[in-house]
């Protein structure tokens, strides 16, 4: 793909028609253009996937790749001097590391907090547990910072040597570390009448392969309810997993499709959606980790589609960002000014 200075419509459009790339019809992707429609892109690559093309397109604009590739927009707030979203990108064949900035204003001493997310080709695997060792930071100046530890989350870092040099990081190296499947499980799940709600859990038959199932590791899914309200039917469903041990939620969440009586891929409408830790499903475990929906949809849904990975490896992988530019709403110290004279303001 090869873009010189295009505005980030043409270069979407650009991607879809190389890539054959579309985005989720639920988000908002054609309003967060607007908001970047004057940033200018240039993508030169001969041989690179599509994680490597938005890595670019991450990198010169706001636009933030969320679950999967077919989750994009802005994310965080629009800046002044640049798109207050904008992120650090960086791509390997199918896999996308992006860390985001954000500063809290009411903390003292003043820190900045930098955040990771990972983003893989295969649409149902979510890195949840993908973790970044930061070993070294080195602002423009020269400053310095080492052994920022390992986590997903970097918090209360210094915000005055972010702000004496303008917001520009030289470099920022480090590991990622992230657990990629070794066996692949698929299981569809009967919608039967009067079987809903039900729970499935799956545990391996040969844990001793694999550390993290051998130390209690397990995936679930719940259909929570199945009902029907003036011809309309509404799905709320969980999926996770589940652990004796918190150090053991390494695995993915997997992934749910809702498929009609033919077998296709059925195209709902999000009432919600949620996860997160919970309490365990059963007296046996200590804590789980979980996704979930609830959908509606217009003829009754016949099955799902569960997909997750149950057994998985550990990969460490060497990463490096260059010339890193952190958006002007966390470091520029004009927009305290900003922000007093809003708080200084009447309420109407």
């Known amino acids: 793909m090869h873009l010189s200075d295009v505005d980030v419509p043409t270069a979407l459009r650009e991607i879809h028609k190389l890539f054959g790339w579309s985005h989720d019809p639920e988000t908002n992707i054609e309003r967060d253009e607007a908001f970047v429609k004057d940033v200018r892109v240039t993508i030169n690559r001969d041989d690179a996937s599509l994680a490597e093309i938005f890595a670019d397109l991450c990198n010169q604009t706001g636009f933030m790749i969320y679950e999967d590739f077919i989750y994009v927009g802005i994310y965080g707030e629009v800046g002044k001097e640049e798109t207050g ?4 990108a960086y791509a390997k064949d199918g896999l996308l590391l992006i860390l985001s900035f954000s500063q809290f204003s009411q903390e003292e001493p003043r820190n900045y907090y ?4 990972v983003v893989d080709s295969v649409p149902w695997l979510y890195h949840d547990g993908a973790r970044l060792q930061i070993d070294e930071l080195i602002y423009s100046d020269g400053t310095r910072l080492a052994n920022l530890g390992e986590d997903t989350s970097f918090c ?19 590991i990622l570390s992230i657990q990629l499947p070794l066996s692949v499980v698929v299981r569809h799940i009967p919608l039967a009448p009067g079987k809903v709600p039900i729970a499935i859990r799956h545990i391996p038959l040969e ?22 309200v003036q011809g309309t039917w509404t799905l709320e469903c969980e999926y996770g997993h589940y652990s004796l041990k918190q150090d053991d939620l390494r695995l993915d969440f997997g992934h749910v499709d809702v498929l009609d009586a033919k ?5 709902g409408t999000y009432k919600s959606v949620g996860g997160g830790p919970s309490g365990p499903p059963d007296p046996d475990s200590v804590t789980r980790k979980c996704k979930s929906f609830e959908m509606e949809y217009k003829v009754r849904p016949s099955a799902i589609r569960w997909t997750y990975a149950d057994a998985t ?20 110290p004009s ?14």
């Open 156 to 174: 209360n870092i210094p915000l005055a040597p972010l702000v004496a040099n303008h917001g520009k990081i030289e470099r920022i190296s480090g």
């Open 85 to 88: 979203g904008r992120n650090l």
């Open 335 to 348: 927009n305290d000014k900003i922000e007093t004279k809003r708080k200084d303001r009447p309420n109407r």
């Open 114 to 117: 930098i955040h990771t997310h």
């Open 207 to 228: 844990p001793r392969k694999v550390a993290i199932v051998e130390s209690g590791a397990h995936n679930y899914i719940r259909v929570i309810r199945l009902d029907e």
């Open 263 to 267: 077998g296709t891929v059925m195209q």
């Open 313 to 332: 490896e550990e990969y460490r992988i060497p990463v490096q960002f260059k010339n890193c530019r952190v958006p002007d709403i966390i470091w520029n």
